[in-house]
Nanobody
Framework: DVQLQASGGGLVQAGGSLRLSCAASGFPFDDYAVGWFRQAPGQEREGVSCISTSEGTSYYVRAVKGRFTISADRAKNTVYLQMNNLKPEDTAVYYC????????????????????????WGQGTLVTVSS
């Protein structure tokens, strides 16, 4: 079975850091772009960052560019999201999934790749940033 398990969330003060992990299994890791999405209370899920796991090319939306870093460990089939200088507006449940991007000025928009069936979204991991 395909699984994408997100972990690493927690409570942090504004300006702090967290590292999220997305452990992938059940599919050829190098064949897909994997990204991070988040959903704040009362809002729709939005893309945050996306990485080509085979090439290591990374993409970010404007809101997190310069603060977040996505990376992939192909040996561990894991994608990470290092989040620095966190802001209260980063508070959300974070999920990982298949992604694609479109250029948007000096950054990118990140979307769910619906051509890939990774099954239902997992529980995600909650990130809470206090002011």
């Amino acid at each position: 079975d395909v699984q994408l398990q997100a972990s690493g969330g927690g409570l942090v003060q504004a300006g702090g850091s967290l590292r999220l992990s997305c452990a992938a299994s059940g599919f050829p890791f190098d064949d897909y772009a994997v990204g991070w999405f988040r959903q704040a209370p009362g809002q729709e899920r939005e893309g945050v960052s996306c990485i080509s796991t085979s090439e290591g090319t990374s993409y970010y939306v404007r809101a997190v560019k310069g603060r977040f870093t996505i990376s992939a460990d192909r040996a561990k089939n894991t994608v990470y999201l290092q989040m620095n200088n966190l802001k209260p507006e980063d508070t959300a449940v974070y999920y990982c999934g298949a992604c694609f991007v479109q250029a948007n000025g000096d950054s990118y928009s990140v979307f769910v790749d619906t051509r890939v069936d990774f099954g239902p979204w997992g529980q995600g991991t909650l990130v809470t940033v206090s002011s």
